[in-house]
């Protein structure tokens, strides 16, 4: 059993910078993608950023520029680095992790984390 554990959210001012952290534990495949989702009140939960193990990185056009994604394999952790907040950032922030090849992947969410934008 995996299990995720987001830490880092808070409230920050309009422009301001936060960094989330995602720290995996459990048996993880070598062949996985972690990735950064968040859901503002009222909405859908959305992609923010992805990072594969093969070194893809995705992420979603309201963030490019602003959001960098990146893991440290060897702590299996996950990083998302948010600067030039805005208040539509305004959402809970949850990370999951694609775990093994496509034939046999599992799903892990972590709990989330809240992260509050104010102008």
């Known amino acids: 059993q995996v299990q995720l554990v987001e830490s880092g959210g808070g409230s920050v001012q309009a422009g301001g910078s936060l960094r989330l952290s995602c720290a995996a534990s459990?048996?993880?495949?070598?062949?996985?993608?972690m990735g950064w989702y968040r859901q503002a009140p009222g909405k859908q939960r959305e992609l923010v950023a992805s990072?594969?193990?093969?070194?893809?990185?995705n992420y979603a056009d309201s963030v490019k520029g602003r959001f960098t994604i990146s893991r440290d394999n060897a702590k299996n952790t996950m990083y998302l680095q948010m600067n030039y907040l805005k208040r539509e950032d305004t959402a809970v922030y949850y990370c999951?992790?694609?775990?093994?090849?496509?034939?046999?992947?599992?799903?892990?969410w972590g709990q989330g984390t809240q992260v509050t934008v104010s102008s």
């Open positions: 999951k992790i694609e775990d093994g090849p496509v034939w046999r992947r599992q799903d892990y």
């Open positions: 990072s594969s193990s093969i070194g893809q990185l």
């Open positions: 459990g048996i993880i495949s070598s062949i996985n993608t």
